[in-house]
Structure formats: C-alpha cells, structure tokens
C-alpha cells in the first residue's frame, strides 16, 4: 500500500535520547528546555530575528491575525484553494472572508484580482503558499503599503522555502508554518508563526498561554503552547531536514520524467528564483482525456492512495453555506482546478521505483 504521505521521523533511540532529560528535570511545557532549545534551532536554520512556536498550525494562524488588532468585521483577502484552516482562522477571529481567485500555474492568489476587492473595510490579506508554491510576494507587498493592509501568510506547506535565497518567512507581517505530521517538516503537531517585530513576540507569546502576564491577563486568549514533546522530535527532525528534502527532489524529478509530456495532465514546473521543499507533487488533469475520479478509483485499486487535495473548495463547504455570502462561482479558476485536481503520494521514503508504477496507473 502506497498512501498519499508518510511522516518523517527520528530513530527511535535519537529521539529517546532528546527526551531523556524530560525524565531528570520534570518539566513538560511552558517554554521548557527543549522548547528554547528547538526555538533558537529554527531561528537560526530560517535566520529570521522572531519564531513563536505553537501546539499547532492552525492556532498559530489565528493568533498571528488575532495579534494585528484588525478592526471588527473587517475584510480579508484570501482565497478558497487551501485547507478550510485558512478560512476559519479568519471567521474565528470575526473577520469576513473575501475571496479571490488563484493563478493558473500555481494555484496561489491572483494578485491582478486583488485590488478589485477591496473595499473601505479591508484590512488585511491571507495569501497561502499553496503546495510549497511561493506567491507573488513582491506584488502583495506593494498593494498592502499602497492600501495600508497586514500581510498574514499561511506557509503550512512552506516551510524550509526560499525566494531570491531568503527564507519565505522574511515576507509579510507574520508567516504561519504548519509543523503537523503530514508536512514536511514535523513535531508531531505544532506549528509556528515567524515575523521580524517585538511587540509582535510579546503579544504572540501571552495569546498563546490564555493572555495571561505574571499577575493579570491582558487578552482573551486560548491555550497553544508547544510541549517539550513536540519541541524534541522538531530537534530531531530538524537535523535530517535538509537530507529528507533531497530524497523528495529525487522524487519529485521521477515524477516529472513521466508526466511533463503527458497531454491531459499537467504538472507544476520549478518557479523563477525559488529554492523549494518539494512538499508536494499535485496533477490537474484536463477532464476528458483523463478523469479525476476515474484516476483516483484506479490507483486506490492497485493500493494507491491519492487525494483530491484541495478539493471542495472553502467557499463550498457546509458550514459556510448558510451564511449565504460565499460564492464559488467568483473564483472559477480555483472552482476548475479543485474539480481536476489530484495530490499524488510524496514522502521523503517513497520508492523511485514505485513512483513509474504510479504513472503508469495513471496513464491506465
Ligand atoms: C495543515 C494546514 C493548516 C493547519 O495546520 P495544522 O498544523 O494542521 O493545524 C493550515 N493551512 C494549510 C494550508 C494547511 O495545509
């Protein structure tokens, strides 16, 4: 059996070693030494000045917009080609999804499509390096300082990604990494939010732990903290990062060898000035030719699990239905590829040998 990831672990023995010392200092949270440890570890591998780590990706999405201070029922620009984390991170903190359209080669924001959305209530946008793929950040930039919005990037499947040879992080006001079992890089679940700004930290730091400061509580805040856990097998994987990332570019150049000439099926190709992490490897296929669920039956046949990743759509799902003003139709590119769209198994131990087998059931 085949299945669409496998997470990358430590050995069993590194992975005890880190934990030992749980063992003789007995503390298991709250910022506790393997905390600190793997917080100054990705500080230093992504050379960005802030990470504030989380129990989880999506938390740290919603605290990082919570930590701007947006303006009640305010608008945010996003889109609906991602996992309904994006979108509920921004209705949770009572902000009113916006939705554009994505671009046909990487799937992430139009950025020609955003002006046309803005309105006197948008504050802010949700851009999402879909895939790993980089949006344009350059372009983002300039219409946030042109409109005066935050930047808030959702980089769940970006992390260990560099533009122009700088850590993806480094863009927007703040940038969320997803850390959960099925990315590519993990602690079990976690995540983080990086972003170069002080103020920022602290207020990160008292959102995640109830708002609370030493003898008061400034803010309305969860519980997000990172444990010492989830920090040690981050130490751990951290080290083999690199390493795994090279056997998924193997990968992922088998898999172009096989499909870029395939007519009905297209592949992404590298983009300009990008160092990615080959997190994943999504097909659109054309809807004639070749079938989306037609393909994913067949592979599941020969114990091939495939995803249709992303698909619906978030501005399709049911609990957004009866708000009535999300609308799938305004973003009809994003509408057609989640319909064509295939995540096909990618993990850093995935056979070269097995990925020709995988073609070819594709190819049928
Ligand atoms: C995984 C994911 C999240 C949420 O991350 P978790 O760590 O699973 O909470 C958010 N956005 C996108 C695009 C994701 O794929």
Not at 15 to 30: D, S
Not at 217 to 238: D, P, T
Not at 263 to 277: E, R, Y
Not at 291 to 314: D, H, M, S, V
Request: hydrophobic share 35%; charged share 25%.
């Amino acid at each position: 059996m085949i299945n669409v990831t496998k997470p990358s672990m430590p050995t069993y023995e590194e992975y005890c070693k880190e934990i030992k010392v749980l063992w003789e200092n007995q503390w298991l949270t709250n910022s506790g030494i393997k905390h600190q440890e793997f917080q100054n570890a990705l500080e230093e591998y992504l050379n960005i000045k802030h990470i504030t780590l989380y129990t989880n990706g999506h938390l740290a999405l919603e605290n990082a917009i919570a930590a701007m201070d947006l303006p009640k029922e305010g608008e945010v620009i996003t889109t609906p080609f991602t996992f309904i984390s994006t979108t509920h991170a921004i209705v949770r903190n009572g902000l009113k999804p916006v939705f554009c359209d994505i671009n046909e080669d990487f799937y992430t924001i139009n950025t020609s499509k955003i002006e046309q959305l803005i309105t006197d209530k948008t504050c802010a946008i949700v851009p999402v390096h879909v895939y790993g793929n980089v949006c344009d950040v350059e372009a983002i930039e300039s219409i946030a300082n042109n409109y005066n919005l935050r930047v808030i990037y959702d980089a769940a499947h970006a992390f260990g990604v560099k533009y122009k040879n700088r850590s993806i992080a480094k863009y927007g006001d703040a940038t969320m990494f997803s850390f959960h079992a099925t990315k590519v890089f993990n602690t079990i679940e976690g995540g983080a939010v990086c972003h170069d700004n002080s103020d920022l930290e602290l207020k990160l730091e008292r959102l995640k732990n109830f708002g609370a400061t030493y003898d008061d509580v400034l803010h309305i805040g969860s519980n997000a903290k990172m444990s010492e856990f989830q920090a040690a097998m981050g130490i751990c994987n951290l080290r083999h990062f690199d390493n795994e990332m090279k056997k998924r570019e193997l990968c992922v150049k088998e898999y172009r060898k096989f499909l870029r000439d395939e007519k009905g099926i297209k592949i992404c190709f590298p983009q300009d000035n990008v160092t990615p992490n080959y997190a994943y490897f999504p097909i659109v296929v054309d809807g004639s030719k070749y079938k989306r669920n037609e393909i994913i039956e067949r592979l599941k046949n020969n114990g091939i699990y495939a995803r249709k990743y992303f698909y619906p759509l978030t501005n399709d799902v049911s609990c957004y239905k009866d708000k009535g003003a999300f609308n799938s139709k305004e973003t009809p590119v994003a509408k057609s590829i989640a319909e064509r769209v295939i995540a096909l198994p990618l993990y850093a131990d995935l056979d070269v040998e097995h990925i020709m087998r995988i073609c070819e059931v594709i190819i049928g």
